[in-house]
């Protein structure tokens, strides 16, 4: 059986003084670090929730940027095409129309040419018409 008397009132005093001293000396100090830490973390977890939208923010606008440029890149692209198949087609009409030029003014060059040297020609060639005559008869023909 319990007995109440000074020995039980006197340890439940000190009961008391130790879990006040220990309150006041271990418990409020491990449980305001256990606070702080927990406040410490929620913030840590606010920021890297923070930090990962932003990322997402800037990854979509990254790839928004880039589809854009690719965007504007083929177009560029197209008309660069464009204008150097123009280019190429006018430079070849005008080319093609300066070889038709030179091409005529060659060809009645060679028909001047060919006018002028045609009488030596007949001459020569009848000259030569004679001489084979001659040897194969054997004397000049009198024209």
């Keep these: 059986m319990i007995s109440i008397n000074a020995t039980l009132i006197l340890q439940v005093v000190q ?4 879990v006040f001293i220990f309150n006041r000396l271990m418990l409020r100090p491990i449980l305001k670090i256990v606070r ?5 973390v ?8 923070e930090l990962e939208r932003k990322l997402d923010e800037m990854a979509a606008e ?9 965007k504007k890149a083929v177009e560029e692209k197209n008309m660069l095409k464009t204008e150097a198949v ?16 030179i ?3 060659l ?33 000049r023909i009198a024209a």
């Design 15 to 18: 009961f008391l003084i130790f």
């Design 36 to 40: 702080d830490r927990a406040e410490h």
């Design 42 to 49: 929620d913030n840590t977890v606010k920021e890297i929730k």
């Design 62 to 70: 990254y790839a928004f940027t880039e589809i854009e440029a690719r």
């Design 86 to 101: 123009t280019k190429a087609n006018d430079l070849f009409n005008s080319t093609k129309g300066e070889i038709s030029l």
């Design 103 to 105: 091409r005529s003014n």
């Design 107 to 139: 060809d009645r060059e060679i028909q001047l040419q060919v006018e002028k040297v045609r009488p030596s020609l007949k001459r020569e060639a009848e000259n030569i018409v004679d001489e084979i005559i001659e040897k194969i008869v054997g004397r």
